[in-house]
């Protein structure tokens, strides 16, 4: 039976997330940065030699520059919720780091939601683009 890259989407973002120190160094070697209005990205394919976890998987970051622990807590949780709500538009095996601007945490939700989507379909893209030109 053929697996639908629907069927490999995890539901939650709990089983797509970045966990290890190497997965980010990875991600941070193999790519270059990406801006976005309200955050930086980066994102890698993962291949042959990477763990045999199906579907996208995405790591945030949120150091002391954006403020004090409470402040840096908001941030993930509502960037956590934007990509839970975005996760279905990524369908490769890729990694993506975001690191968000301390402009997020006052920023509308739905303006989040969206720009989260922007960078995940142009994560894709750019992915499928990659397979275009390879000849895959």
């Known amino acids: 039976m053929q697996e639908t890259a629907s ?12 966990s290890k120190h190497a997965d980010y160094q990875r991600v941070y ?6 801006f976005s209005a309200s955050m930086t990205y980066f994102f890698s394919p993962r291949g042959e030699s990477s ?6 998987r995405i790591g945030l970051t949120a150091g002391r520059v954006l403020g004090k622990a409470v402040e840096r807590n908001r941030i993930k949780r509502r960037m956590r919720e934007a990509v839970r709500k975005n996760l279905g538009r990524l369908h490769s095996d890729v990694d993506v780091v975001l690191h968000p601007r301390k402009s997020v945490l006052e920023m509308d939700t739905s303006r989040l939601e969206g720009e989260i989507g922007r960078v995940f379909a142009t994560v894709e893209g750019s992915l499928s683009k990659g397979d275009r030109e390879m000849g895959t």
């Open 7 to 18: 069927d490999r989407t995890p539901l939650s973002f709990r089983g797509a997330r970045l």
């Open 29 to 34: 070697q193999e790519s270059r940065k990406y």
């Open 51 to 56: 763990p045999p976890i199906c579907g996208p």
